[in-house]
C-alpha cells in the first residue's frame, strides 16, 4: 500500500531531524583527467558539501583484498544521506578526516525515506 505524498515527506522531514545528525560530509565526484602521454589520472572534485548523514558500522565490517602482496583489510559502514543525494559508485563521501569510497548504493525502493550505500573506509 502507497502512502500519500503528504505522509511521505512527513516521514523524511522527521528521519532528517532525528536520523541523520552529522552536517559535515563532503560528497566528491571522480572524473578521469587526460594527460599530454596517452594516459591520465583520476580527480576528485566537491559534489556537494555540509550535507547530513549517519554513518554506522556493518554487522560484518570488514573486506579483504590482495594490495602490494598483501592482505588488506577496509573498514565497511552503512551511510545515510538525504533522500535526493546525488550518489553512486564512483563518489565518495568525506566526513571529517575519513574518506569512504562507495561500495554499493542501495535504489530497489520507490518511495526512499533515506539515501543508503555501503561505503569503504579509505585508509
Not at 6 to 17: G, M, S, V
Not at 29 to 37: F, H, L
Amino acid at each position: 500500500m502507497a502512502i500519500s505524498a503528504a505522509e511521505l515527506e512527513l516521514y523524511r522531514n522527521i528521519l532528517e531531524q532525528t536520523l541523520l545528525t552529522g552536517d559535515d560530509a563532503v560528497v566528491q565526484q571522480r572524473s578521469w583527467v587526460p594527460d599530454n602521454m596517452g594516459g591520465g589520472s583520476y580527480s576528485w572534485s566537491t559534489l556537494a558539501s555540509g550535507v547530513s548523514y549517519r554513518l554506522v558500522p556493518r554487522e560484518i565490517g570488514m573486506r579483504e583484498e590482495m594490495a602490494g602482496g598483501k592482505v588488506v583489510v577496509h573498514d565497511v559502514f552503512e551511510c545515510s544521506l538525504h533522500w535526493d543525494q546525488e550518489i553512486d559508485e564512483a563518489m565518495r563521501v568525506v566526513i571529517g578526516d575519513d574518506t569512504f569510497e562507495i561500495a554499493h548504493v542501495d535504489d530497489n525502493f520507490s518511495q526512499r525515506l533515506t539515501r543508503t550505500a555501503d561505503v569503504v573506509r579509505v585508509r
